[in-house]
């Protein structure tokens, strides 16, 4: 009996030793110089695992008040295989909010490096390289007509560092920021009423090799409503609370890529376990002024299951995401008195 506890007590240990080990894994920032991006790294890149997944983003507020949310996406969806999702989300259009999910085989999407274009069905269009010029089109027709269709007017030039691809573990994200600040024009539709709308977008890339909340505990992307002094970028605290991610700052000396050193809520080192509700602080290398700004105003909850159809698929992306994954949107003043709208993604507390 006693060699048997022994033995039981000896395989736990064993276990937590792996355990501790696996999270333990170091992050790993991208190899290079930073540079300026290009057509390839806005095509979709080759998926090297079951569950890589890749997401163009873009967060638009418009002068009127109202903003969109949208994302196109090719993603594993458990139980289901490759998928291509796009989803919108109107805040605030006419005083309410509105939001579509669509789901398509992945061979619908078909990418032109050519044309430097990313096109669904007809319906759903990246086109042009990423800058000026770019024109972002969304229409959908599910509980609802949606409709938006804007371009870039301007934009300001984005940057990675290096090949922009961090390793966790034996996992790898990336993240590029095309767009950190540019001004679109356009018109944005829902059912009946369509509004003629200009106001300033963001827009960023990222793809990663395993489901996000196997990488992520909380994600975190903002942007300035101004492009100097600006921020702009997308910040990942790994399960473990280790960095991923970067931001672009345009301060008196220019442009920077700026590389995060520590994030804190209030006065303690913030681990993304939680969302959080008080104030957030990221510090930077080279030099880059501190960034600050509260979060405790979420202007809007969005939840990742309005992108995914049916009720299996959505349970089997709430079990695999361990737990329903949410979008908190608000706006604030960061510390150089400019509004800084900003996203925070996790599970559900």
Known sequence: MRLQIKNIVLGICTLLAISATTHAAEVTGPQGGDRALTVSD?????AITKEFNETWSYQFVFDNGTR????????????????IGCDLSFWNFKGKTYSVGRQYPPERLVASKEKATIDIKGEYMLQNK???????????DKGGKFLLDVTFESAVQGMVPGNGTWTFGKEKFAQYIHIPYGRVTGKIAYNEDTLT????????????????????SRTINFSTSDKSPMYA????????GQIMGYALYNGPQGMKVA?????????SDYNGKKFPKTTLSFEWKNGVPAMVF????????ASLLDKIDGWFAKKAMKIAAGGEVLF???RSKNGLGKNIDWAITGVKD
């Open 233 to 240: 970028g997308r910040i990942t605290l790994t399960t473990d």
């Open 294 to 301: 509260p979060v405790n105003k979420v202007l809007q909850k």
């Open 130 to 140: 990423p800058g000026k010029g770019h024109r972002v089109l969304y229409s959908a």
């Open 68 to 83: 969109a949310f949208v994302n196109y996406s090719v993603l594993h969806v458990p139980g289901s295989g490759r998928k």
């Open 259 to 267: 590389i995060p050193t520590k994030v804190k809520e209030g006065g």
């Open 328 to 330: 908190y949107r608000g």
């Open 197 to 216: 709308v200009k106001g300033y977008a963001y827009m960023d890339q990222t793809w990663q090799t395993a489901q996000a909340t196997e990488l992520a």
């Open 42 to 46: 806005f095509m979709p890149h080759k």
